[in-house]
Nanobody, 123 residues
Framework: QLQASGGGSVQTGGSLRLSCTASGGDFSRATVGWFRQAPGKEREFVAA?????YYADSVKGRFIISRDNAKNTVWLQMSSLKPEDTAVYYCAADDRIFNIRYYYFQASQYYYWGQGTQVTVSS
């Protein structure tokens, strides 16, 4: 199970840090990721961490994914937030390390999902 937290409301240019804690399983071997879904839009990839980190172009340079395997926790540090970053953010994980790069960007490849946390950025 994954438990996400840390969402909230900020103004443009602000920062937030999302946390996601896993229970059970071998977190150190897992691929972990963050996705987001805005109203009326499909869920989209934000960032992932496995043997390396991956970012959507829209957040590159502004968001940082990190993890602490000893704490079974992954974070998403979000800076320079924009109104278009407003969405429900979901953490996701899978027991596999994907051997095809584009799998990291596909929500369907992740087996475990957190409940989502709302991020609202106002202008």
């Amino acid at each position: 199970q994954l438990q996400a937290s840390g969402g909230g409301s900020v103004q443009t240019g602000g920062s937030l840090r999302l946390s996601c804690t896993a229970s059970g399983g071998d977190f150190s071997r897992a691929t972990v990721g963050w996705f987001r879904q805005a109203p009326g839009k499909e869920r989209e990839f934000v960032a992932a961490d496995a043997r390396g980190t991956y970012y959507a172009d829209s957040v590159k340079g502004r968001f940082i994914i990190s993890r602490d395997n000893a704490k079974n926790t992954v974070w998403l540090q979000m800076s320079s937030l924009k109104p278009e970053d407003t969405a429900v953010y979901y953490c996701a994980a899978d027991d596999r390390i994907f051997n095809i790069r584009y799998y990291y960007f596909q929500a369907s490849q992740y087996y475990y999902w957190g409940q989502g946390t709302q991020v609202t950025v106002s202008s």
